[in-house]
């Protein structure tokens, strides 16, 4: 046994000695031949000792003496750094996207390919590397960065460079960008040849120009004869993850190879930008220039990139299969979007998102041919459309009313969401599919197809039917704009979705939100020019882990839907002004946005300079500026009328506010826009109120005698409730305080003061006592008037209410007045009202807000924005003065109403019945008047649209004078709302008609 193992030993030492002397001779061969590798590298890589990396000798070197491996080896990794990747291997189709695939859940912040001039010695194929990055610069850190301090060497020859190139240019108008290239990629910008930094440079710059995304194939020098083709490539905001691959894969998908590239992401302190510099080849020789078809192909591919994601089942499922192409698979996107989204809101356990997806995924060849169907309606380069698109669609009809595989409710499934795809290109009016910049889609819809697609979709709906339904679908989110008339205004909400079952459940009843909350709207609107609409849009946000990352997704798909709006809402004439739009409808339309969840200041200036940039028959208008606008916070428009209608409705409880003492009770904040402003207001109107409790999401605040004045005085718009001071309260008050706990032990404490006759005691309470007392304090304290200005919807529902009575039955208030939207169930409303409340609902009592906004609009259409500023705060006063008498009209006639009915209808059934009673007057007279738009500046009605106008406007002439340079479809229907209300605030119009019809059968009759 011992002799066995030494001569293991011995064999074992021997083979060792072996290896050993057979590595160093390895690595005897390999340094001798490195210098001439290296040579070889010079003569046929140029491009390895051009840029950045030639300060990396260790990759170079390992490069030069690794090169005889790629023979046996597929790829040399010459370095991979926490930060950094370098690969080396010999060139095949499809090999730069199998990496970049591979590493695609990486943030890659540069990317640089190159091929040699000749094969590897010893192969038939080329050296191929790969640079890679993944360390982008955070837009904070751009933003905090400040002027960077770029060598003047460095800055002249870039000049240099622009001037050279692009003579036309003045090279310091590239200077911000060329700071914002230096911050994030100093290196590139130290080593790279000045040209190739003046070409990125003036790449960006076009991108800003042409709406965030820009392609452009560079004319080859003269003689070059080279089948290489220059592309550069910028966008704005792509995805983070995976959006390299996705591109490459278009290249791909074309057949075309990468020859050489430099890819890199910028920050700008905003959002992020890729721009890339391409130089590719299609491997069968067809021509690639500017005006090819193979670049057309490539445009509307790559564009198409902003719209389908790489993540999802389509893209993954049939277009990397090449089962279809990439705009084809956003189309059918686009049809599951809209079947699963109009089917499932009635019926969300059988239309699940999952099932519709299947649906179109089982069977790729219809889907196939409702591609063709809406190409055939839309594609402005199809000859022969006229023939063309009945025939396709009467194939398409009989083959999906026949649709049969032996599975009956499967197909009973599939033949409803293929019925509902073929409305969809049936009732469709006009798109911007093939308009090559967009970077989300529009389809502007006869809102008739909902009557085509019947009562199982519908019944869950107000059976009024709108004007306009308008689908968009992005990368990243889908919305529906839904307008109850021609000329609509109402917000812009946006909902965050984090998972896929967010997601889901939330679009499951999008578009039923959307087109109550426009319904609703319209019902608010009665008193404007504007009816009502809703734009609401569901965006996926997974795994963003920071705000910076949330605003720019945010950022990036309402950029992508107002572009789409505006590609199909921007008219000449009538029609689409964009000449790849089809319009079947043929008329403009003016559509007012306004903010709501989710829609930030920066995006409000942008949609508005956007608009008018486009030429939107609104400019400016289409949204309300905040800083050419009227902050509604600052003049407590909303609140005014919440006021204005509390005093009428005490008034009629025989209390007159300005004069009388009684007690009020609110919820939202003090630092909050409603809330705040009607405590404002209430301390400013009412010497005698007693503001007995707060409740806000920081906290409550409860007083038996009435909040201490002064101490709310120094929080009312500053700060929340639990701001304050606990001193002033009187014997008997406390303070609740959401946000200030502690632990004791495994116990959450929740901090309580109250004031005692001996002076504040601090106690804790477990998280059952403060949700108790909390919850419970707007339906107990006695007051006299409840405003709700703030909380969640649907606080007060039909489980509920009963906990707002006492046990004798009285009301906990007699008053309520709804200052927040929906608050209140319907279901409540009503059973409150039996109870004895008097309810005035939201669309009555805080229109205020939107009328405003209606009168920026005004004010956009009929002032420049130096005027505006100049006389802002006297068109401010005027506009309250129409909110105070607007609100004051509509509370005054419910209460008449009432009373002349003797109660037979309640409050809210009076505030929905007046609402409709306008609504309908307006419509006719808004038909009326554009069947006879001469009539509008005739003195007579000249006087009754000068008298909807704010005061400022009707009294000084050179505004007064504007009047005709109002959109035609403006002056009708600010007639039509002028007279609308008028004729039921005022009444007597019943008279005249009684007249009339007495007239017209004495005449007819006699």
């Not at 009945?390 to 409803?416: C, I, Q, S, W």
């Amino acid at each position: 046994m011992p002799n066995d193992a030494a001569f293991s030993r011995s064999a074992a030492g021997e083979g060792s000695k072996q290896v050993d002397r057979g590595v160093l001779r390895a690595m005897r061969e390999l340094a001798g031949a490195a210098p001439e590798r290296l040579r070889w590298l010079h003569d046929n890589v140029p491009d390895l000792f051009a840029g950045p990396m030639r300060e990396d000798a260790e990759a170079v070197a390992a490069l030069a003496a690794g090169l005889p491996r790629l023979q046996s080896d597929r790829q040399l990794v010459l370095a991979d750094r926490a930060h950094e990747l370098i690969l080396a291997r010999l060139d095949v189709p499809g090999s730069i996207f199998a990496t970049v695939r591979r590493i695609q859940d990486l943030e890659i912040s540069c990317a640089e390919m190159s091929h040699s001039y000749a094969p590897v010695p010893g192969t038939d194929r080329l050296l191929e590397l790969q640079r890679y990055e993944f360390e982008p610069k955070s837009q904070e850190a751009v933003a905090a960065a400040g002027e960077p301090e770029i060598p003047e060497r460095v800055r002249r020859a870039v000049h240099a460079a622009i001037r050279a190139r692009y003579p036309d240019l003045r090279p310091a108008a590239l200077d911000p960008a060329l700071a914002l290239l230096w911050l994030n990629h100093e290196r590139f910008v130290r080593l790279a040849e000045p040209g190739a930094v003046a070409q990125l440079l003036w790449l960006y710059r076009q991108g800003q120009e042409h709406g965030g995304i820009f392609l452009h194939a560079e004319e080859p020098e003269p003689g070059s004869g080279t089948a290489e083709r220059h592309l550069l490539f910028a966008v704005a905001n792509p995805p983070q993850q995976g959006y390299l691959a996705q591109v490459l894969e278009v290249f791909n998908a074309l057949d075309l190879g990468v020859r050489r590239a430099l890819v890199l992401s910028v920050s700008t302190g905003k959002e992020p930008w890729l721009v890339g510099s391409f130089h590719v080849a299609h491997r069968q020789g067809e021509r690639l220039a500017n005006d090819s078809d193979l670049f057309r192909r490539l445009r509307r591919q790559l564009y198409n990139t902003q719209i389908l994601s790489a993540e999802s089942e389509t893209y993954r499922d049939l277009v990397l299969p090449g089962l279809m192409t990439g705009e084809e698979g956003s189309l059918v996107n686009a049809f599951i979007g809209f079947c699963h989204t109009n089917c499932a809101h009635n019926q969300p356990h059988r239309f699940t998102f999952e099932d519709v997806i299947r649906c179109f995924h089982s069977q790729p060849e219809i889907a196939l041919r409702l591609v063709r169907l809406f190409e055939a309606r839309f594609d402005p380069d199809v000859p022969d459309r006229e023939t063309r698109y009945p025939a396709l669609l009467a194939e398409l009809e009989k083959e999906v009313a026949d649709y049969n595989t032996g599975h009956r409710m499967l197909d009973e499934f599939r033949r409803a969401v293929f019925q509902a795809t073929l409305t969809f290109v049936k009732r469709t009016l006009k798109t911007n599919f093939f308009v090559p910049e967009k970077q989300a889609l529009a389809f502007r819809l006869d809102p008739a197809y909902l009557d085509d697609l019947g009562p199982d979709f519908t019944a869950d709906l107000p059976p009024e039917r709108p004007f306009r339904v308008t689908f968009f679908f992005a990368r990243a989110g889908l919305g529906y704009h839904v307008g109850f008339s021609d000329i609509a205004r109402g917000g812009w909400r946006t909902v965050f979705t984090e998972t896929r079952d967010d997601y889901v459940t939330v679009a499951n009843f999008v578009f039923r939100e959307t087109y109550v909350l426009a319904h609703t709207q319209h019902l608010k609107n009665k008193d404007i020019y504007e009816g009502g609409s809703k734009l609401v849009v569901v965006l996926r946000a997974p795994a963003l882990k920071s705000k910076e990352r949330v605003n720019q997704r945010l950022y990036k798909v309402q950029t992508a839907f107002i572009n789409a709006f505006l590609d199909v809402f921007v008219t000449r004439d009538g029609k689409a002004a964009e000449p790849r739009v089809l319009d079947y409808y043929g008329e403009d339309e003016p559509i007012e946005l306004g903010p709501d969840e989710n829609m930030h200041d920066v995006m409000i200036e942008n949609i508005a300079e956007l608009s008018a940039r486009r030429g939107y028959v609104l400019g400016k208008g289409i949204i309300s500026s905040k800083r050419v606008g009227i902050n509604h916070k600052q003049y407590g428009v909303t609140s005014t009328g919440v006021v204005t209608f509390a005093g009428i409705a005490m008034r009629e409880q025989g209390v007159d506010i300005r004069r009388d003492p009684f007690s009020v009770k609110l919820t939202g904040g003090p630092n909050g826009d409603v809330a705040g402003n009607a405590i404002r207001l209430l301390l400013e109107r009412c010497p005698k109120v007693e503001l007995r409790l707060i409740v806000d999401g920081t906290g409550a605040l409860f007083d038996p005698r009435g909040l201490a004045r002064d101490a709310l005085a120094r929080i009312v718009l500053q700060a929340d409730a639990e701001a304050f001071d606990p001193a002033a309260l009187s014997p008997g008050g406390f303070a609740l305080y959401r946000n200030v706990r502690r632990t004791e032990g495994l116990r959450e404490l929740y901090r309580r003061v109250e004031m005692t006759e001996a002076g504040l005691r601090e106690t804790w309470v477990t998280v059952d006592e403060f949700h108790k007392e909390y919850g419970g304090l707007l339906f107990k304290v006695p007051a006299d008037l409840f405003i709700p200005a703030g909380g969640r919807p649907e606080t007060i529902d039909a489980e509920n209410w009963r906990r707002f009575l006492g046990k004798d039955g009285a009301p906990s208030a007699r008053v309520v007045v709804e200052g927040a939207n929906s608050f209140i169930t319907p279901a409540a409303r009503d059973e409150l009202q039996r109870a004895g409340v008097v309810v005035l609902r939201d669309a009555s009592a805080n229109k205020c807000g939107v009328i405003t906004s209606s009168y920026e609009i005004i004010g956009n259409l009929l002032l420049t924005e130096k005027e505006f500023l100049a006389h802002k705060e006297e068109y401010v006063r005027d506009v309250l003065a129409i909110l105070e008498r607007r609100a004051a009209d509509e509370a005054n006639l419910i209460f008449r109403r009432h009373r002349e009915e003797k109660g037979q209808r309640s409050f809210t059934e009076l505030s929905a019945a007046l609402s409709v009673e306008i609504n309908a007057h307006k419509a006719r007279l808004f038909r009326f008047f554009e069947a006879h738009p001469e009539l509008c500046l005739t003195p007579r009605y000249r006087r009754a649209l000068l008298a909807h106008l704010p005061r400022l406007v009707r009294d000084t002439p050179v505004y007064r004078s504007r009047l005709s340079r109002l959109p035609a479809k403006y002056r009708s229907a600010i007639l039509a709302a002028e007279i609308a209300t008028a004729i039921v605030y005022r009444g007597g119009f019943e008279l005249d008609f009684e007249r009339a019809v007495e007239a017209f059968v004495a005449q007819s009759f006699a």
